[in-house]
């Protein structure tokens, strides 16, 4: 596969998790790789892996947060007029348990990044590309997508909306050389979690690598849609579409409460 090649690729989220890998496995694959995350020495670290382990390749560590609207206009500034051929916009984050008594500001910095920051690079960048006739944009949404989730209930929304804003999209882009796709992980073994007592099971989810490879080997066959991982997750996203919604939501509930999110508590000490 040399869809990759010489390419270059920005990929949000790229410090740790399922970013670092779609980072790693785009310089295996040829493509030199831009990396936003907001720690930046954790981005030089994984810079200089990847540099070394790649030597081909030109990669370029951009600390900004997407979460606010200075981050992403520093980042548009640092890039300048360097050209981006793939925007993945893969940086998200989102709190675990009961609404109402999870921080507002948690909710808010969740919107802010998974909503807000997404469609500013997908706006500034995706003009760039139609100017060119060229380019592609992936959007990391997720199965949470696919129906209202409580006890996660803003990060679900926030993913919906990034699940229809980015087949829109594809739709509004097709035949113009700028190829849409999102990408719809299940739980997938991240430190994603870490910053509430909402626990995975290893057994029950995929490992970033995994994920990362099969997003860009479905952007590579230019499907609009990737559901990377362990068939499952796609399973009961189409499930999800066929049951009325009311059962859907009621049935989400239920397993987020077995997962015991029903009792999670954010661990940041952010104001509730
Ligand atoms: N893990 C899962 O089970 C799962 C399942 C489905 C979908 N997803 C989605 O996959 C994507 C990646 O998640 P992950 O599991 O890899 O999470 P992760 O391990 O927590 O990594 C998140 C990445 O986003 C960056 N980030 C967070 N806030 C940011 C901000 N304000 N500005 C810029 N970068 C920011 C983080 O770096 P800094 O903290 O240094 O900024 C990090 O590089 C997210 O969109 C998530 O919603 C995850």
Redesign the pocket.
């Known amino acids: 596969m040399d869809d990759f090649r010489g390419r270059t690729a920005l990929v949000?989220?790229?410090?740790?998790?399922?970013?670092?890998a779609l980072a790693v496995d785009l310089a295996r694959r040829g493509a030199d790789v831009i990396l936003?995350?907001?720690?930046e020495q954790?981005?030089l670290a994984v810079a200089d892996d990847i540099r070394t382990r790649f030597p081909a390749v030109t990669v370029t560590p951009i600390p900004?947060?997407?979460?606010t609207p200075d981050?992403t206009g520093r980042l548009l500034e640092a890039l300048g007029g360097h050209s981006v051929d793939l925007l993945i916009n893969?940086?998200?984050?989102?709190t675990a348990g009961p609404f109402l008594i999870s921080p507002l500001e948690r909710h808010q910095?969740s919107i802010d990044?998974?909503i807000t920051?997404l469609t500013r690079l997908t706006y500034d960048l995706g003009r760039s590309m139609i100017e060119r006739g060229s380019g592609g944009i992936v959007n990391?949404?997720?199965?949470?997508a696919f129906q209202p989730l409580p006890y996660q209930a803003s990060?679900g929304a926030t993913?919906a909306f990034v699940l229809s804003f980015t087949e829109a999209l594809a739709e509004e882009l097709r035949g113009t050389g700028v190829h849409v796709m999102a990408a719809?992980?299940?739980?997938?073994d991240?430190?994603?979690?870490?910053t509430s007592t909402m626990e995975?099971n290893p057994a029950f989810?995929d490992t970033?690598d995994r994920v990362a490879a099969d997003i860009l080997d479905d952007y590579a066959r230019r499907h609009t849609a990737s559901y990377p991982g362990r068939f499952t997750n796609q399973a009961m996203t189409v499930v999800a579409r066929f049951l009325p919604r009311r059962t859907v939501t009621k049935l989400a509930a239920a397993l987020n409460r077995k997962l015991g999110l029903h009792e999670a508590r954010d661990l940041t000490g952010a104001p509730g």
């Open positions: 949000t989220g790229a410090s740790k998790g399922i970013g670092r936003v995350a907001r720690a954790t981005l900004a947060d997407l979460g981050g893969n940086a998200g984050m989102g910095s990044l998974n920051g990391v949404a997720s199965t949470a990060y993913k719809h992980p299940g739980a997938t991240t430190s994603f979690f870490d995975v989810s970033p």
